[in-house]
C-alpha cells in the first residue's frame, strides 16, 4: 500500500525534495551570479514549485505519467525555475543599482590564499 510506513516516508521526503529544490536552485544560482535577477521572478519561481508539488501530493492523475512522482515532479520544477527566473526577470522591475553594486561587491575584494588551501594547480618550483 502507498500509505505504508517507508513508502510514505519516501514519498514525502520527494515532495520536500522537489519542493525545495525546485524553488530554491535557480534564484540561488541566479541570484549569485547574474545581477538582473528580479525578486518577481524569485516569487515566481517559489510559488510555481509550491503549486506545482501541493497539485502533485493531492491530484497526481491529473499530472502525465512521468510526473506522477514527486522526484520527478521536483526535477521538473527544478528545470522550470531555471527558465522562469531569467524569463521573469526580463520583463519585471530590476533591483537598484546601487544595492546591486553593493551586494556584488564582494566579488570585488582580492582574497590571498596560501597553495595548501587553494584548489588550483600547483607550481613546481
Known amino acids: ?9 519516501a514519498q514525502m521526503m520527494g515532495v520536500s525534495w ?38 502533485n501530493i493531492l491530484f497526481p492523475q491529473y499530472f502525465p505519467a512521468l510526473l506522477q512522482t514527486p522526484i520527478n515532479a521536483g526535477v521538473f520544477c527544478m528545470f522550470a525555475g531555471l527558465i522562469l527566473v531569467p524569463a521573469i526577470s526580463m520583463f519585471t522591475k530590476k533591483p537598484d543599482d546601487a544595492h546591486i553594486q553593493q551586494v556584488f561587491s564582494c566579488y570585488d575584494r582580492t ?11 600547483s607550481k613546481e618550483v
Open 18 to 55: 522537489g519542493a525545495l529544490a525546485g524553488a530554491f536552485l535557480a534564484p540561488f544560482l541566479f541570484g549569485l551570479y547574474w545581477k538582473k535577477t528580479t525578486k518577481t521572478a524569485v516569487w515566481t519561481s517559489f510559488l510555481f514549485s509550491a503549486v506545482v508539488m501541493i497539485s
Open 1 to 9: 500500500s502507498i500509505w505504508s510506513n517507508s513508502v510514505f516516508i
Open 111 to 121: 582574497v590571498t590564499v596560501s597553495v595548501t588551501d587553494s584548489i588550483g594547480e
